[in-house]
């Protein structure tokens, strides 16, 4: 039911993607934690690429896991409460 109602908040759009599709920013998510130093832009990318998870499909719209991405590394990259 949750997944239904975020669904319906943003309209099913990239509902049904493949994970591999999406290009994130965070360590944890893209390929290459690190590549980037700290106070710079980050290289997006996808560790999920070329894998059996890339191919599923995401069951909540794309912009709602990259919105997640995002949190993560402005916490990843400011810290908590900074």
Do not use: H
């Amino acid at each position: 039911m949750a997944v239904y109602v975020i669904n319906l908040g943003y309209g099913f759009e990239g509902t049904g993607a493949r994970l591999d599709e999406l290009r994130f920013i965070s360590p944890t998510l893209r390929d290459s934690p690190g590549a980037s130093p700290p106070g710079s832009i980050p290289r997006p990318g996808n560790r999920f690429a070329g894998t059996l998870w890339g191919r599923l499909p995401i069951p909540v719209p794309a912009n709602y896991l990259l919105g997640i991405d995002r949190q993560k590394y402005d916490f990843d990259e400011a810290g908590f409460w900074s």
